[in-house]
């Protein structure tokens, strides 16, 4: 007889019904063919006296099994499990399971190669970790998001955005976006022209399932953002690379691969290349319309922070000057704002658009449709200009802070040229030395430099990667370069 006594443990401090406790323990039992089909259960009276509890909370525990179908109660006999029941196929002996971490799938699917990269997941608060550019979340205006959303979700009108809304985004912010990007980056769209997503990678993913099939060629930089290397040829496109040098992607190169391959697309982060930080000049600007409406390929244009440059005003889009529906253009919000605030959005012939947001309905039915309605109000009454004002003036004090100490203190292991826009700089090694020893001693220091590999996907040992300063405040910038200039200093 099992020995229900030690067998059913009661924690009387669970938030959790006792008799759902006790209905959990029992088909815990059947599972693992402790009490196998046809085995009698105790009465309700008698259980109730062995655990020391109310017979009411048996009788409850018995009806949810059997209401369930683990159990089966006949009248003049008693309580018995189950005859049905098929034997559940366990683990064999020595195979048990500690913790369902230690679980692996029993079904076999496809592991992708190209989604092997792995970024840190939690942050320790005595490390430094070297980024991408970032925004410092700390100078996020929360005060006036957090007013906002509150007055949106207070008024009577916020229950229509409770339910299922249209795929498109918030109508709202749509049009909220259209004339803030018309008057602002020089576009000449209206509001069939534009989608929201959850962030500028959302509406790469989108385009590149519509673009490509398998062994379509999309043209990207020798250097390149790695993401969207991942996202096309996850969607199946194969990457040609192009030269990329101080006025952006090398134009001759292009249209050499045009004459000899089927282009699908081209893609571009135009205003600062990612990761050099290189602006694509406006020569090569035309050129690459130019050779979009000869060869009739798409261009995916990634503007990903348009809104940080410091020596002159932003160069407009490419965007702005397509009159031939070539463009696809992303952006977003959180790169500029936070990046836990996801607001993003795909910008493109209308045709495009609607085929988009038809597939988006099979990966995330909707977007945030209060958080889309607080942004609208967020951009509409001039908080997003005041804070990029704000924060475009702490960015460049700490840019030229970052760069005057890397100067100074890190001369002979480094070089790099001043970014004139951004929140990174593009930093080359010694070629005495490699990012691989250095990362390892600069994680002595309690300095993260995660995957610098990821900046040379097309391995031409360049030795440099990309190193953000903007989410580091002055006393931060002085450690980071200490705790880096250590790690060298091991080095010599």
Not at 8 to 20: A, F
Not at 123 to 135: K, R
Not at 321 to 338: F, L, P, Q, R
Not at 346 to 361: G, H, Q
Request: glycine share 6%; net charge positive.
């Amino acid at each position: 007889m099992i020995p229900y006594k030690t067998a059913l443990v009661v924690n009387r401090l669970s938030k959790q019904p006792i008799y759902i406790q006790l209905t959990n323990q029992f088909i815990d039992l059947i599972k693992h063919g402790k009490l196998t089909p046809k085995a009698k259960l105790p009465g309700s009276r008698t259980l109730s006296e062995m655990l020391g509890l109310h017979r009411k909370t048996i009788v409850a525990c018995y009806e949810e099994l059997t209401m369930q179908g683990w159990i089966v109660s006949l009248p003049q006999k008693g309580t018995f499990v189950n005859a049905d029941l098929p034997v559940l196929k366990l683990k064999g002996l020595g195979e048990a399971i500690n913790s369902c971490d230690d679980r692996v799938s029993g079904f076999e699917f496809e592991k992708n190669q190209k989604l092997t990269r792995n970024f840190p997941q939690s942050f320790q608060d005595d490390y430094l970790y070297v980024n991408d550019g970032i925004a410092d979340s700390r100078l996020a205006p929360t005060k006036d998001v957090a007013m906002i959303y509150r007055n949106c979700v207070t008024t009577k009108s916020a229950i229509k955005h409770l339910s299922y809304g249209t795929t498109y985004g918030n109508i709202t912010l749509r049009e909220v976006l259209v004339t803030y990007l018309n008057e602002t980056r020089g576009l000449n769209i209206s509001i069939d022209n534009i989608m929201i997503t959850r962030g500028s990678q959302m509406g790469m993913f989108l385009a590149s399932q519509l673009l490509f099939n398998k062994q379509d060629y999309v043209i990207i930089g020798e250097t390149n953002y790695s993401s969207s290397d991942t996202t096309f040829e996850y969607a199946g496109a194969q990457l040609l690379r192009v030269k990329v040098d101080d006025q952006g992607l090398d134009m001759d190169n292009i249209e050499l691969l045009c004459k000899r391959y089927k282009i699908k697309a081209v893609y571009t982060t135009s205003h600062h290349h990612h990761p050099t930080a290189v602006t694509l000049s406006a020569e090569r600007r035309i050129q690459l319309l130019n050779l979009a409406k000869i060869h009739k390929f798409a261009i995916i244009e990634d503007d990903y922070d348009y809104d940080f440059h410091y020596n002159h005003a932003p160069i407009l889009p490419l965007a702005s000057h397509d009159e031939n529906g070539h463009v696809i253009y992303v952006g977003s919000v959180c790169k500029t704002v936070a990046p836990v605030y996801r607001i993003g959005y795909l910008i493109a012939s209308k045709d495009f658009v609607d085929e988009c947001a038809k597939l988006r309905r099979f990966v995330d039915r909707q977007g945030d449709a209060l958080l889309e309605l607080t942004f609208a109000k967020f951009i509409k009454e001039g908080c997003l200009d005041r804070h990029i004002k704000k924060v475009l003036r702490v960015y460049k004090a700490r840019r030229d802070l970052f760069c005057s100490l890397l100067k100074k203190e890190l001369n002979d292991y480094v070089s790099f040229d001043i970014p004139k826009g951004g929140m990174a700089i593009w930093l080359t090694l010694n070629k005495k030395y490699s990012w691989d020893e250095v990362s390892e001693k600069a994680l002595e220091q309690k300095l993260v430099i995660t995957e610098w590999q990821r900046y040379d996907m097309a391995n031409v040992k360049h030795n440099s990667i990309r190193m953000g300063f903007a989410a580091y405040n002055e006393q931060e910038i002085y450690e980071f370069v200490k705790r880096l200039k250590k790690a060298f200093m091991t080095l010599s």
